[in-house]
């Protein structure tokens, strides 16, 4: 079992930066493949990015690559996410997820816990 609580979201104008983090909890935490996912009203959740149990792997949607940056620290049970070059595009609620795989893939069913989601506002 993980417990996850997202934090960082805000509002910021279009370049600028924000960095959200993701606290776990759980005895399974290091042993879990990481995720961010968005989604934004009438649309379906995706895929952000993601990291696999130790850090290694990181994926990012084409939409993000070279603009955000997912890592973990299994010391301190979080997953950290920085976000610049910030597009309104990118306005969505913003979800931290844990699979039970060490590692894993890009898909919504592939991931077994989340958080309650963070809200992140991009004006143009």
């Known amino acids: 079992q993980v417990q996850l609580v997202e934090s960082g979201g805000g509002m910021v104008q279009a370049g600028g930066s924000l960095r959200l983090s993701c606290a776990a909890s759980g005895r399974t935490f290091s042993t879990s493949a990481m995720a961010w996912f968005r989604q934004s009203p009438g649309k379906e959740r995706e895929f952000v990015a993601g990291v696999n149990y130790n850090g290694g792997g990181a994926g990012y949607a084409d939409s993000v690559k070279g603009r955000f940056t997912i890592s973990r620290d299994n010391a301190k049970n979080t997953v950290p996410l920085q976000m610049n070059s910030l597009k309104p595009e990118d306005t969505a609620v913003y979800y931290c997820?844990?699979?039970?795989?060490?590692?894993?893939?890009?898909?919504?069913?592939?991931?077994?816990?989340w958080g309650q989601g963070t809200q992140v506002t991009v004006s143009s």
């Open positions: 997820a844990a699979s039970r795989a060490s590692f894993s893939g890009r898909s919504v069913a592939g991931y077994a816990y």
